[in-house]
């Protein structure tokens, strides 16, 4: 452990040991569910895999609530800014439709709807968490670190969507949803609104939910009131439609037993109103500049988009045979459009089609998934505090990645095909006191890659901001070979284990190791292919990633008092890097990779009737092994902003008494410098990051007619170049993206 993080780890155990002394016990946090949920209810935490209360896994666990994640969305407009607002581990979002190096604990999250993988584990198209609208969003469930609990993917950690539950009551229910958005300067391209409902019928033991959203969102303005650059390549959320519908019916079986139907068509597609116009970044001549913007103007080709349709059927009984049985087949299929540049891209050129240096192309990832999950939990006859799980999940993945315009093959369709019993095993001893959790699950897979030719190889001048506009520029080392497709096959046992010991009520510490596994993008990898004589089945680049999360905690939950603080570390021996390539697409490298990391976070009720204050801080290095052409397992190079979060302070003040809620927050992003060891060359150039801090505000007021909220993002309407942008392309003046400047939203939603 480095001396600096020790220092902070004890300095956090030591806070929150003096906070808690003598505070009375609190009663256990509740989920609510639009007030179906009655105060007290135990929290059972889906993803988890387990009916077991959330303090008998040794895992960092966090639940946003029905109420705060509403509140959230107000502010930030999506889930995934609500989760990366509110947790200090996860990196600040891009506030695009990609969320690529996108971060949470330096990994990338797994994202699911209802335990649903949303991912397309062999060509990330960075959409996921861009899959359904947040009005059909019950809570969300975080679990933080690498595991397997829910299959592939979840290497930071998992991010699960629960979806609004069945109704309670019988007859009809609902709620409706209307809000505007508008620029601090009111400007007419930069209006937006939304409008959502949601129906619900209750009769004997059927039941049936039926809702739709529509928002239109304008473009966005930063700091000093000039528009935000669009990234026509990679998707937007502004200058956008995006239309959900969803429908879940649901039969009672039996007292303890449902079966249910959901179902979800989502759809976000850009305008196409705009394009972008080029920035200017800083230099050590001109430290002047000017960030990437838009002009009106007819974006090439079709605009980017992403639609996702899904399909679940479940079958599940609280007490079959005196245990939980949860069963679930599901579809999922995705069309992610990317869309075209202004000028044309040197990776898609050949020849044979036209002049190099004017054919014009886009891509689009297409994929199907088809699964099936089966887990079965009781306590042990004869041994009742003894807790087992057996379980059986597979996955069929069919992903391929398309040229459009052309009908060319970038990515040859890939099948992935996962099969992985797992089991599970939770020992309550000295009454409750002492915990002992572990089990294993064996990952089986096998990927099939047909023979394919990579695209042929076009080289033109270098990207500068001194090129005429419209200029094709970019080196492609693609170079247009054939590949000799193949079956490889990978089996892993992945294992985990913890500690935790209970001493009294509402004072928690653990300790615990686990083991997560995913794919490397393996379209990326493929697509990059060079060289002659590559055969699939025995390409070690291919192999999976799979990380060790290790991890040592202590949760107070006692009287006014909510605290936690964690460390973390973990290693992968061949990770994945997005290495940034000329053209600003993104390779693959495999290396391995180390991260370490502290969360503190402390939440309080006031003297003040109503009144909660909370801190939360996240301090996280990651290095990796630089020397690519000679790996010799030694790190020695700091993951840059592609890769790793910025360390973060956040501070929030909530009030909530009668008819009247306010929340005031702020996320201080603390600056970061990238390192090398004496002696290394980084492969790529990098900024360093300066930091910025951004203050959120909200109001709201119950009338008898339904809720008026009154959101702020960015209060004082600061200007800053958002981490990303900065970070991840250092010399490209078309990616130098502001974030948005001071935004209003205005709310009214009921519920009947």
Known sequence: MRPIVAARLAAGIALVSIVSAQAPVLAQSTDRKDGDTTPGEAIVVTAARSALPPSALPLTIDIIGKDTLDQQMTIGGSVTDAVATLTPSFSPTRQKLSGAGETLRGRSPLYAINGIPQSTPLRDGSRDGF????????????????????????????????????????????????????????????????????????????????GATYENRGVYYDGQSRRVGLNLTQGETQDSKTTNFFARFGYELSSSARIDLIASRFEMKGDGDFVALVGRRPTAADP???????????????????????????????????????????????????????????????????????????????????????????????????????????????????????GRVWVPPSDFRSLAPFGQLNLKLLGGKLRLAGGARWENVQIKIDDFHTLPSTTFVACSASLPAGTPCGLSTYGGVAVTGGKPKFSDLLLNGGVILEPWKGIRA???????????????????????????????????????????????????????????????????????????????????????????????????????????????????????????????????????????????????KGRISALVQTQFYLSRSFHADAGKTRPDQRNNFGGYAITDASLRYQTDLGGLSLSVQNLFDKFYIDYSSDTR????????????????????????
């Open 729 to 752: 392309l250092p010399t490209d003046n078309l990616a130098f993206f502001a974030g948005r400047g001071r935004t209003f939203t205005l709310s009214w939603d009921d519920r009947f």
């Open 131 to 210: 899959t359904i609208d947040g009005f059909f969003i019950d809570r969300v469930e975080l679990i933080f670190g690498s595991n397997a609990l829910q299959g592939i993917g979840g290497t930071g950690g998992i991010v699960n969507q629960v979806t609004v539950g069945a109704p309670q009551k019988e007859g009809l229910s609902g709620r409706v949803l209307l809000q505007g958005t508008a620029d601090n300067d009111f400007h007419g391209d930069g209006l937006g609104w939304k409008g959502g409902g949601l129906l619900q019928y209750k009769t004997g033991a059927f039941d049936a939910t039926i």
């Open 510 to 656: 653990y300790a615990s190791y686990a083991e997560g596994f995913t794919a490397p993008d393996i379209g990326r990898i493929t697509r990059s292919l060079n060289r002659t004589g590559i055969n699939l089945d025995d390409y070690l680049d291919i192999s999976p990633i799979v990380t060790n999360n290790r991890e040592i905690g202590l949760e107070v939950k006692r009287g006014p008092l909510d605290a936690s603080v964690a460390y973390f570390w973990s290693s992968s021996d061949k990770g994945q890097l997005l290495i940034a390539r000329p053209d600003r697409t993104f390779d693959v490298q495999r290396q391995r990779v180390e991260i370490q990391g502290l969360e503190i976070n402390l939440k309080a009720q006031l003297p003040i009737d109503g009144l909660r204050a909370g801190i939360g801080y996240a301090h996280i290095q990651g290095r990796y092994d630089s020397d690519s052409a000679n790996p010799d397992g030694v790190v020695d190079t700091d993951l840059d902003g592609s890769n790793i979060s910025p360390d973060r302070v956040n501070l929030n003040a909530n009030y909530a």
């Open 288 to 406: 002047t500049f000017v960030p990437t913007s838009a002009v009106r103007g007819d974006p090439p080709g079709k605009s980017a988009a992403s639609r996702t349709e899904s399909l679940a059927l479940s079958l599940t009984d609280k007490d079959l045979g005196g245990g939980n049985l949860v069963t679930q087949l599901f579809f999922n299929r995705t069309h992610d459009t990317f869309g075209g540049e202004l000028a044309p891209q040197a990776t898609f050129q050949d020849p044979v089609l036209a002049p190099v240096g004017t054919l014009f192309d886009q891509s689009e990832n297409r994929s199907r998934k088809l699964g099936a999950k089966f887990s079965y939990e009781r306590p042990v006859p004869g041994f009742e505090d003894l807790t087992a799980i057996v379980g059986f999940d597979a996955l069929f993945d069919k992903t391929e990645q398309a040229l459009i315009a052309t």
